[in-house]
């Protein structure tokens, strides 16, 4: 493992109990930084810091990231941890049930929504001020290659990720002369428990996409999001960073 310095640092960690998440929490944690895990799952969370607090300094707060005062809760616990934040990972999703388009319950859009692009604005909304103040501030945002690309029986998923592209274009230009830089990942499939919730036609279909011929691994996604995380990413802000084994090339 390449180290990166994030000596000092304190990260917040969406979606922190389990998967990507918690991959990203391990390798933040072993680069030097702090954590805050935040997850909607409290017996997940208890395993997570268990798991992880041989490894560093590891604080978890349960939050609902749809809902805008369980985000601004859970910011206050976190200062009231660790003082500060300078990294904010926006890693919390859920894939939805497939469906044609036209066939998908308006219920299940709006909760795919709600979780996928309303969390990382709540959380954004929630953290920026904090790093404004400090006057330093890297910001993750976890999109898909399918707000690229557009998955078939995934609308939903497909257009809440091309949200959270959008999402961080705007929050970079707004923010690219205050030391606080923002960026987003675009994985193809990584092998995590949101498989669980995708049909077998699905994950097939995906896979056939991928060039290499295999899926991510969430190791792969914690090494790209760790040097997001750094003082080194310091010229690059708004921008979409491919993890796709191949799918991707532009």
């Known amino acids: 493992m390449n180290q990166i310095d994030l000596k000092d640092r304190t990260a917040?960690?969406?979606g922190g109990a389990r998967g990507i998440g918690?991959?990203?929490?391990?390798?933040?944690?072993?680069?030097?930084?702090?954590?805050?895990?935040?997850?909607?799952?409290?017996?997940?969370?208890?395993?997570?810091?268990n798991g992880l607090s041989a490894l560093g300094k590891v604080h978890t707060a349960m939050v609902d990231v749809t809902n805008p005062a369980s985000v601004d809760a859970a910011v206050a616990v976190t200062l009231d941890a660790?003082?500060?934040?300078?990294?904010?990972?926006?890693?919390?999703?859920?894939?939805?049930?497939?469906?044609?388009?036209?066939?998908?319950?308006?219920a299940e859009w709006q909760r795919v929504m709600a979780v996928n692009l309303n969390g990382p604005f709540h959380c954004c909304r929630a953290v920026v001020p904090q790093m404004l103040r400090n006057g330093y501030?890297?910001?993750?945002?976890?999109?898909?290659?399918?707000?690229?690309?557009?998955?078939?029986?995934a609308?939903?998923?497909?257009?809440?990720?091309?949200?959270?592209?959008?999402?961080?274009?705007?929050?970079?230009k707004e923010l690219a002369t205050s030391n606080i830089i923002v960026n987003a990942v675009t994985p193809a499939v990584i092998?995590?428990?949101?498989?669980?919730?995708?049909?077998q036609q699905h994950i097939?279909?995906?896979?056939?996409?991928?060039?290499?011929?295999?899926?991510?691994?969430?190791?792969?996604?914690?090494?790209?999001?760790?040097?997001?995380?750094?003082?080194?990413?310091?010229?690059?802000?708004?921008?979409?960073?491919?993890?796709?084994?191949?799918r991707a090339t532009y």
């Open 155 to 172: 609308a939903h998923y497909s257009a809440s990720k091309a949200g959270v592209i959008a999402l961080t274009k705007s929050l970079g």
């Open 204 to 246: 097939d279909y995906m896979l056939s996409k991928i060039p290499m011929n295999r899926f991510g691994k969430a190791e792969e996604a914690a090494a790209m999001v760790a040097w997001l995380s750094s003082e080194d990413c310091s010229f690059t802000t708004g921008a979409v960073f491919d993890l796709s084994g191949g």
């Open 137 to 153: 501030g890297r910001i993750v945002n976890i999109a898909s290659i399918a707000g690229k690309e557009g998955n078939p029986n």
């Open 22 to 49: 918690r991959a990203i929490a391990e390798r933040l944690l072993a680069s030097g930084a702090q954590v805050c895990l935040w997850d909607v799952d409290a017996a997940a969370l208890d395993a997570a810091r």
């Open 82 to 106: 660790f003082g500060k934040i300078d990294i904010l990972v926006n890693n919390a999703g859920i894939g939805g049930a497939n469906a044609k388009t036209w066939e998908t319950d308006p």
């Open 191 to 199: 092998e995590t428990d949101i498989l669980k919730q995708l049909t």
């Open 12 to 14: 917040i960690i969406t």
